[in-house]
């Protein structure tokens, strides 16, 4: 099997908090997921709460922002960019 990419996960305690951070040039929004699912457009929160994970990316490159609580091996949560 041939890596074709690594994404770190960054635990912070507060994902919504941690976009400003994130929100630098030439960076652009993955993808935001609360407790009920995928959280549509730009927002930070949806019906179902806050962003429990994030994504960040780059051309080439991207990071995930994950409450301590999330991104631990063997969960389902969504992938890619964009």
Do not use: Q, Y
């Amino acid at each position: 099997m041939r890596l074709r990419g690594l994404t770190p996960i960054l635990n912070v305690s507060d994902v919504p908090a941690s976009r400003t951070w994130f929100a630098r040039p030439g960076r652009m929004r993955g993808f935001a997921w609360s407790d009920g699912g995928p959280i549509a457009g730009d927002a930070d929160a949806n019906e179902h709460g806050p962003a429990g994970t994030r994504s960040s990316c780059a051309a080439t490159a991207r990071a995930r922002a994950t409450a301590a609580r999330c991104g631990a091996r063997a969960t389902m949560t969504p992938g890619g960019c964009g």
